[in-house]
């Protein structure tokens, strides 16, 4: 087995997730030895087609692209066509894969490759939570074979980006966020508090416009869905790279700080289900005993904008 840490992706492919994709195949230090589609952003029909296209774009076929749950758990799927577009890469088409289509269904999948990594794989779970939750639910001995898993999701004191009070992954299936945030595995959580601040320039992302370079064409092109969602939401012209921070984390741990604290998912209350509680900036008194997780709250945004424009320069 290589020195590398190997790494599986469970995304919602929209288009921070094909940014996040783009640069994981380039970053130092770790290796994506699998990739799992799980509905979210839209459909799972479009985020594995999604999946596989990148995968493709970046010359990675090698890399397997399993499809995942069609839908969450209990809650209805809400698709957030407004952020990525209907097909969910802002309407930018790229060539279809021509990698072989994966038969076997992703959990299956990521519980085998777990199990033959005896303890060593590393998820990166970008979307909601589904396919992982119903990884632990078949497979009761999923965690021992989890070294840890990253995970772009809630919010601490962000305030929400698809409820007044919730983030979209775990809005997108709270109830497989709780089961996950209760499971026992090793998890570092990137909430809106840190990705918010993870953003490249329109400058930035105007480096990207290169008529020979097909991968940064696809990314200049496909930013302009979400982007204009933030201008219009008054935050400024900026990509926010909300997956990439998890995956970025595992190369450069040294761009982000947090802090251990406890996170579990409201799944009840109408008003505010899929809201992360935490105690991480609350007084003693309101302590919660299991330390869960550690919190990521700040990045080095420009060290991590020049490591994801170096990541894909690659490409070129
Ligand atoms: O809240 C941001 C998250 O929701 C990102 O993963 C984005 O892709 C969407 O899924
Ligand atoms: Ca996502």
Redesign the pocket.
């Known amino acids: 087995m290589s020195n590398l840490r190997p790494v599986w992706i469970d995304?919602?492919t929209?288009?921070?997730?094909a940014f996040a994709l783009v640069s994981s195949f380039q970053l130092s230090g770790i290796e994506v030895v699998g990739i799992s589609a799980v509905c979210?952003?839209v459909e799972i029909e479009k985020t594995f087609r999604n999946a596989r296209n990148v995968v493709s774009l970046c010359g990675k076929e090698n890399v397997p692209v399993y499809k995942g749950a069609e839908k969450p758990l209990i809650v209805p799927l809400s698709p957030?066509y407004n952020?990525?577009g209907e097909d969910g890469l802002g309407g930018v088409v790229i060539p279809e894969s021509k990698a072989p289509i994966e038969k076997e269904n992703a959990v299956d999948a990521l519980y085998k490759k777990a199990k033959e990594l005896n303890g060593e794989l590393t998820i990166a779970a970008?979307?909601?939570l589904t396919n992982i939750a119903i990884a632990l639910y078949k497979y009761p001995d999923f965690p021992k074979y989890i070294k840890e898993i990253v995970i772009?999701?809630g919010s601490i004191a962000a305030g929400g980006?698809?409820s007044t009070s919730a983030?979209?992954?775990i809005y997108?299936d709270p109830h497989a966020a709780q089961t996950v945030m209760k499971s026992g595995m090793s998890i570092t959580l990137f909430p809106?508090d840190v990705?918010l601040k993870a953003l490249l320039s329109r400058e930035e992302i105007d480096t990207l416009k290169k008529e020979d370079d097909a991968v940064g064409q696809f990314c200049y092109k496909s930013s302009e869905a979400p982007m204009s969602l933030f201008r219009n939401l008054g935050l400024g012209d900026y990509m926010?790279l909300?997956?990439t921070c998890p995956i970025a984390y595992l190369s450069h741990p040294e761009l982000f700080s947090g802090k251990k604290c406890s996170v579990y998912v409201e799944t009840q209350s109408k008003l505010s289900i899929g809201r992360t509680v935490s105690d991480c900036f609350a007084h003693s008194e309101y302590l919660f005993k299991n330390k869960n997780c550690t919190v990521m709250l700040n990045v080095d945004r420009d060290k991590l904008a020049k490591i994801v424009l170096d990541s894909f320069k690659a490409y070129v």
């Open positions: 995304t919602d929209g288009v921070d997730d979210g952003n957030a952020v990525h970008v979307g909601p772009m999701g980006n698809c983030e979209f992954n997108g809106l990705t926010c909300h997956d």
